[in-house]
């Protein structure tokens, strides 16, 4: 990862979690830009009901630039691949790495499926509730890479 974003992200996250209670696990990757990719008790139950979202009331001002707490927006295309969320990154980490794995299922050349791999060994774990953020991390990333590097 980056480290001017790393720093950036976790600066940013230490003040989010001020605001918000319910973050369970958030991870940092560069996939459509430097952003968040948020697991939190809100996501877990989603309803699409962003409106009455916590997490949403929190995020829905922020600003974009060289790194977004903001939410992205999926579109009805994205949703067919990333799941039914609003929003792209609203995800728990199994429903983040079944988006990588559908993601790659589509790519075509191995070129394309070595950028997208490369994406995943680059995300790094900001935040998690329970266990030690490197095992989380290296469960997650292992998860993906495995399926693809035999």
């Known amino acids: 990862m980056n480290e001017k974003i790393l720093k950036i992200g976790i600066r940013k996250f230490n003040s989010l979690a001020k605001k918000y209670d319910g973050f369970i696990n958030v991870v940092i990757d560069n ?3 430097y952003r968040f990719v948020y697991d939190t008790e809100d ?3 989603c309803q699409n009901d962003c ?3 916590n997490l949403f009331k929190v995020l829905k ?3 974009g630039g060289l790194f977004s707490a903001g939410l992205y927006l999926a579109t009805e295309a994205d949703k067919k691949i990333f799941g039914p969320q609003n929003y792209l990154n609203c995800k728990t980490l199994k429903q983040y790495q ?3 794995l559908n993601f790659l299922k589509k ?3 191995k070129a394309e499926i070595e950028a997208e791999l490369e994406l995943v060994r ?4 900001v935040y998690c509730q329970k266990g030690s953020l490197e095992k989380e991390e290296n469960v997650f990333k292992k998860a993906i890479l495995n ?3 035999k």
């Open 98 to 100: 079944n988006c990588y």
């Open 43 to 45: 996501v877990r139950k």
């Open 51 to 53: 409106q009455n979202c």
């Open 31 to 33: 996939w459509r830009g």
């Open 147 to 149: 399926f693809y590097e």
């Open 61 to 63: 001002n922020e600003k």
């Open 122 to 125: 680059k995300l790094t774990l």
């Open 107 to 109: 790519l075509k050349t």
